[in-house]
């Protein structure tokens, strides 16, 4: 065989998850997930002070290659986030503290703060 060939048996394989995952089936969206490529590492990591913006992007653009669609795409509610980072974690073979720090992990959390604080207005 090749070296080709010998390469391509290590390579990831894509996963199909259902998100949201405690949702009746008929209510889950069937996402296929796709292994993150080198060039998508620098993606996981945050520069220190990073703003919104920027954690939006990084995110944007991390969700886009591991489904394999258009930044502009990239359309969904925030409470699904998070449970679309950690399908991306999994098939990558991360785990939360590689994650801990990183840009799509900090838009996520800041995003929750800000719907945290709209609902406790609104119960007041």
């Known amino acids: 065989m ?3 060939e010998e390469m391509q048996k290590l390579q ?4 199909v998850y259902s998100i949201p995952k405690d949702a009746p089936v008929d209510q889950q969206a069937s996402l296929e997930i796709h292994p993150l490529g080198l060039d998508d590492m620098s993606l996981l990591s945050s520069k220190e002070n990073m703003n919104m913006k920027e954690m939006a992007e990084n995110s944007r653009a991390l ?3 591991s489904l ?3 930044e502009k795409d990239v359309v ?5 986030m998070e449970e679309v980072m950690n399908a991306i974690m999994d098939l990558n073979g991360f785990d939360n503290k590689d994650m801990k ?3 799509i992990k900090g838009f996520i959390d ?3 703060k800000k719907l945290e604080a ?3 207005e609104s119960t007041e």
């Open 12 to 15: 990831a394989k894509s996963k």
């Open 110 to 112: 800041e995003e929750k």
């Open 68 to 70: 394999k669609i258009e």
């Open 63 to 65: 969700i886009a290659a």
């Open 101 to 103: 720090n990183s840009a």
């Open 118 to 120: 709209k609902k406790n």
């Open 2 to 4: 090749s070296n080709i």
């Open 76 to 80: 969904m509610d925030i409470k699904f």
